[in-house]
């Protein structure tokens, strides 16, 4: 389950194939939520609206130092 100040990275989806989100650390500004019965989002900084976490994975250390 993601939390506040967790560090994601976007894959499997259209956006993590955008060259501006290719790689992207991105840190959660909220707790892992419900939003439909089979659907779980989170907030992030500098991202409008809510994002799937399935289509999220926790970054890497080396993502993080060099992201």
Known sequence: ??????RVV???CGEADLK???GKVWICRSDE???TEDT???LLE???GY???KYL?????EEIING
């Open 57 to 61: 994975r926790l970054a890497t250390e």
């Open 1 to 6: 389950m993601l939390k506040t100040g967790d």
């Open 51 to 53: 994002y799937a976490t």
């Open 40 to 42: 779980m989002v989170v």
């Open 10 to 12: 976007m894959y499997g």
């Open 20 to 22: 501006k989100f290719r």
């Open 33 to 35: 939520q419900r939003w």
């Open 46 to 48: 500098g991202y409008r």
